[in-house]
């Protein structure tokens, strides 16, 4: 069983750059594919961006140029670093895990999750 913990999330100001962790244990995830999702208060979850073992990614339009998803498989981290924050990112930003190499870009793809991290961006 793999537990997924996100950290970094915080406040910051419009404009700014936050990234965000998600280290997992339990066993490796050099073969899964993974992901980030947000929920803003009242909203949906949303997809945010997927990575498959390989390094292949894809991004919400809404995020693309300016968010990057990144992995290191020796530290069984995955990251997520964010550029240009707007408020609308606001959010609490959850880590989840495929039991499959290929990505996916809706969270009933996603098998485990962590408990997520709150970002906070500032007008």
């Known amino acids: 069983q793999v537990q997924l913990v996100e950290s970094g999330g915080g406040l910051v100001q419009a404009g700014a750059y936050r990234r965000v962790s998600c280290q997992a244990s339990?066993?490796?995830?050099?073969?899964?594919?993974m992901g980030w999702f947000r929920q803003a208060p009242g909203k949906a979850r949303e997809f945010v961006v997927t990575i498959s073992w390989s390094g292949m990614t894809s991004y919400a339009d809404s995020v693309k140029g300016r968010f990057t998803i990144s992995r290191d498989n020796a530290k069984n981290t995955v990251y997520l670093q964010m550029n240009n924050l707007k408020p609308e990112a606001t959010a609490v930003y959850y880590c989840?895990?495929?039991?499959?190499?290929?990505?996916?870009?809706?969270?009933?793809?996603?098998?485990?999750w962590g408990q997520g991290t709150q970002v906070t961006v500032s007008s």
């Open positions: 989840a895990g495929r039991d499959e190499a290929l990505y996916g870009a809706t969270w009933q793809q996603y098998d485990y």
């Open positions: 339990g066993r490796s995830i050099s073969r899964n594919a």
